[in-house]
């Protein structure tokens, strides 16, 4: 039906012999649309924002006049990155703390801290992106190493995936921590004497994190922005924030209101109260820049801190489990509520015993309510990182898997030491969750990992890092092609928070989020994926970041 309205529609055009007056007309393209009806094309007329029609040259200038053309110089151009998993607000607040990722050992840590000139004044120090798993020696660091530096001044140190902290005594002291062992949802790790060594896991976190002053509205709408121009230099014109506070939220939207944040976000509300039952009872936002609709939940931790909950022991380090950090009784109350008010439910679920724990309340909660509501609820499974292959057709249009490949990649050096090789036909499994459910939602989870989409899509498809290791790929079957790729992070990324009428592909009728690249993700070698650039970027037919080409 759509075809045939947009022939009718040309073909008035032709009678009329008159030319329609656009804001936009971008041509010498290699268009990629993602559009089925229309997967290639030469030009793109745009007006009033949305994508108008797509062709040939010659078929949008006969058809089309504007004042404003774009000669892409046959570069290529495909639909606006949607990152359908990210931390968007922790990016831009991290944009203005030291970057602790690709450090080497704990004394460069402690290094850029100390080099990093805003922390001289600071009341309490934070920053965030060490990884022990990086380091030669791939020990836990202490708090003696911090005291050493930093006797007076707490400092809470994120590990890169968000899921344990490195903190000093004075963060200990301040926090009330003095007794190690495990913990409801975690883990305070402690020295021979069962003291707190200054490595906190999980749940514990927490005590330290609710100490460090909050940010002024100032500071954290600075953090937005700072976030915005970092996304769209890379393609990015739409995120889904993996758990937000009622604050922010509302802080984004009268930034977009005011049209300072012009990125499309989808803002997935924290699982705190009183946060949750507001939103419940208020019901979906859905506004052109803005989608609150969707509730962010963590089963369990990290592969990366041994937080994550598996079904057997970690095989290097015997009889450690990891830990569910919300309880499966409430995430099925949770998930009756979300239910009701029309919510999604998106779980953050690593290890195997969490990702069949949450499969299981979702498979419960939605089997009734499917079958006499005959709706598509879209709940999500952030990340399914290892769920055992006897589950993959748990998976569905209604159960999304919501997966990072550059987690893969980046893990992939070290996590069959964790896993053992026996679990791992069910880790980082793309292909056969994409089998399974029809589609794959595509992010990148950063700042855990780098903002650059196109590292996801080498990850997707060549399962290798961008220096070529390993040579045969890491699990190559579980590869996904490049057109899927593609999808997982516009189309389907889109799907995953039901926006993809509106987004996600250059169709006639929706948002003219597009970028303009240096080479075709279709096309170019393998090994030069990651290398690919964006020159510009697109949102709503207005240019938001632009580089010459």
């Known amino acids: 039906m759509r ?16 030319k329609q007056t656009v804001d936009l007309v971008v041509f010498n393209a290699q268009l990629i649309t993602l559009d089925d009806q229309r997967p290639e094309a030469q030009a793109m007329a745009i007006n009033q924002g949305k ?20 000669d892409v110089q046959e570069k290529t151009v495909m ?38 000139s ?49 903190v000093n005594s004075k963060a200990l002291l301040l926090a009330g ?42 500071i954290s709408a600075r953090a937005l922005q700072s976030a915005q121009d970092y996304c769209f230099s890379m393609g990015l014109t ?25 990125i499309k976000l989808d803002a997935m509300v924290s699982n705190i109260e009183p946060d949750v039952s507001y939103y419940l009872a208020k019901g979906p936002t859905i506004k052109h820049r803005l989608r609150v609709g969707g509730i962010k939940v963590y089963a369990d931790g990290a592969l990366g801190s041994r937080g994550a909950a598996l079904r057997a022991p970690y095989s290097d380090e015997p009889g450690h489990f990891g830990a569910i950090i919300t309880p499966m009784d409430q995430l099925r ?28 309340v979702y498979q419960e909660a939605l089997a009734t309510h499917i079958m006499a509501q005959k709706e598509e609820v879209r709940w999500r499974i952030e990340h399914a990182q290892v769920v055992p292959p006897d589950y993959f057709g748990a998976f569905s249009k209604n159960i999304i898997p919501s997966v990072q490949p550059t987690h893969a990649t980046s893990d992939m050096y070290w996590v069959e030491e964790r896993l053992g090789a026996q679990r791992m036909p069910g880790a980082y499994a793309y292909n056969s969750l ?67 009428n509106q987004r996600g592909s250059l169709t006639p009728g929706k948002d003219a989020d597009f970028i303009v690249l240096d080479r075709n993700p279709l096309e170019c070698p393998d090994h030069e994926l990651s290398k690919i650039k964006v020159l510009n970027t697109f949102v709503d037919g207005q240019q938001v970041y632009a580089q010459p080409f």
């Not at 739409?238 to 012009?262: F, N, T, Y």
Request: with cysteine; charged share 20%.
């Open 51 to 70: 994508v108008l029609f797509t062709g040939t040259n010659d078929e949008v200038f006969d058809l089309f006049d504007s004042k404003n053309i774009l």
């Open 3 to 18: 075809f045939l309205g947009m022939l009718f529609f040309t073909s008035l055009l032709i009678i009329s012999c008159q």
């Open 118 to 166: 805003p922390y001289k004044t600071a009341d309490f120090i934070v920053a965030r992106g060490w990884d022990q798993n990086d380091w030669e020696d791939q020990s836990y660091p202490t708090k003696e190493d911090l005291d050493a530096v930093f006797p007076d001044v707490p400092v809470a140190l994120q590990r890169v995936d968000g899921h344990a902290l490195w």
């Open 434 to 500: 994409l089998s399974q459910a029809g589609l794959l939602a595509l992010g990148t989870d950063f700042p855990v990992e780098y903002v650059n989409p196109m590292l996801t899509l080498s990850a997707a498809v060549y399962r290798r890092d961008p220096s070529g290791y390993p040579e045969s790929g890491f699990y190559p079957d579980e590869a996904i092609t490049r057109e899927q790729a593609l999808k997982g992070m516009t189309l389907w990324a889109a799907y995953a928070n039901f926006s993809e």
């Open 177 to 218: 921590i003095d007794k190690a062992g495990p913990v409801p949802g975690g883990m305070i790790m402690g020295d021979a004497q069962g003291k707190p060594n200054g490595i906190l896991v999980d749940a514990p976190c927490d005590k330290v994190l609710e100490m460090i002053p909050e940010p002024s509205v100032e």
């Open 238 to 262: 739409g995120v889904h924030d993996a758990g937000l506070r009622k604050p922010i939220i509302e802080l984004i939207d009268s930034l977009q209101q005011s049209d300072i944040l012009r």
């Open 333 to 360: 109350a949770l998930a009756d509520r979300a239910l009701l008010a029309g919510f999604q439910v998106n779980t953050h679920a690593i290890g195997d015993s969490a990702n069949v724990s949450v499969l299981g």
């Open 79 to 116: 639909p606006g990155i949607i990152d359908a998993h990210a931390h968007f607000y922790q990016l831009g607040l991290g944009l203005q703390e030291a970057d602790l990722r690709g450090t080497e050992s704990k004394q460069e840590v402690i290094q850029r801290i100390r080099e990093f």
